[in-house]
């Protein structure tokens, strides 16, 4: 063990409790990214704090109701690279129009509704569901270090003869990629054919629960590899091609890549 | 609505939150905001500003539900990570009301841990009080002032007149400890 990697397991418990410098921070921040041991001992740490702070303390009265108007006056924006995507489009004019009666519940029901709609139909008569609840909605792209680090744990749920995995194909069969999920839930797309992008466009993987197509998360335009998480059997995998998620569209998209678990 | 989401995992309902349903964050609030709001009153003495913490940390997450990673624990933990981080940067904006708060929690942590005043369920805050006790006492006095008193290792090296190293290795080994108490006393420590 380096002296330096020494050192950033001891900051560890400190880091946990948010006891240390805005500079040890960034630097264990960078330390977590690549050690998956540390942050196994991170998260450890924290789950004892949590209890620590079990104080049995009421909310005051009134407080969800604060709460809950702000989620009436503001619809939660998009994140991350959706937001990006988003942003883009509204700047060409391809966000989709809402009266003032109806915006908000459209920008919150209009991602998944549109697209479990366009890729519903595409769907139709897949695998009989058993199913899940899908965990996460976490897709990461990290820089090179931790991409080799995500690929080295692909490769090992692609090993564990436990993992389902799925070939993601298009219509004319071209190869888009392959996706393994783990006994855990821990689940990975390795992309080896999809074509990248223009900047206002997005890959999205979508599971297929309970006959229902659920969002997994964003791929961004140019992926290569992503997790994400589900308990239990996803059917289906599918990746689809959107242009500014979120965004109405008539019909079946273009170019989607789908595979059955098995 | 309510009934259904009373018996759904924080998991699920973070899925909920995914999918913009109000009704999985108002469970989310019901399940975990007294704790939430709990750890930011102690650390801030200020129920406007633990208050505030709490609409943070939960409209932060009907906003950024992916910032959840089930795989990085429970999503109390979660939230409550989110909570004191909030909490802590209040505190250590202003210098005059952290000196404050740095006398009140070394004093607090030189005292009794007040756990019969904070506790959720008596039979977990009896694990937890012999688990605290179990610890040395520079263990203690570490984690808590920097857990509850929102200090960094080197202040709370500086407060007590010990050597940083000595403080970050206390940490440590002092919530190692606390992990290892809790799961003989059969607290699973980690479910939500």
Redo the contacts between chains.
Sequence with gaps: MSDHTRDMD?????Y??????DQEHAVIEQYLSINPKA?AEV??????????????????DG??D???A??EEQ???P??ELAAVLSLAAARDLAPAASPSDSAQTR??GR?RSVGRTIGSWLVGSAAAALV??????VMQRDDVARSALASAAQSALDDRTSATATLVDEAGTVGGRAVIDHDG?GYLIVSGLPSLPLDHTYQLWGVIEGKV??L?VLGHHPEIATF?A?GTVTQLVVTNEVGGGVIMDGNPDGAFAGTLG | MRSDLSEV?D??L??GL???Q?EA??EV?RRH???????A??LLAD?AKA?EV??EV??RL?????R???????L???L??QA??RA?DVLRADTSRRTREQRDAREAAEGEYEIDH????LA??DH?RRA?ESLQPGERAA?EL???G?????E?AAALGEAE?T???R??????R??AE?SAAG?S??DS
Excluded at chain 1, 133 to 138: D, I, K, N, R
Excluded at chain 2, 33 to 39: D, E, P, R
Excluded at chain 2, 118 to 121: E, L, P, T
Excluded at chain 2, 150 to 154: D, E, F, P, Q
């Design positions: 001891e900051l560890l418990g400190a946990a409790l948010d006891a240390v410098s942050r998260r450890e740490h924290r789950e004892v704090a949590a209890m620590l702070a079990w104080t049995g303390t009421m909310a005051p407080l969800w604060r709460i809950s702000r989620l619809a939660p924006p994140s991350g919150r029901l998944h609840a899908v965990f996460v909605v976490t821990h659920i969002s998360g998480s308990d | 995992s998991a699920v973070v899925l995914a999918r913009y109000q964050l108002a609030y905001a007294g704790s939430v709001f709990g750890l009153k102690r129920q208050e709490v609409q939960l409209l009907w906003d950024q539900p992916d959840f990673d089930p795989e990085r624990g429970t109390r933990s979660f409550l990570a004191h981080s802590v904070q506790v959720w369920d977990l805050a937890v605290l984690v920097t857990y509850f929102g200090m960094t290792y080197r709370v190293g403080v970050k290795s940490i440590r080994s002092g919530l190692r606390l992990r809790l607290v420590v980690g």
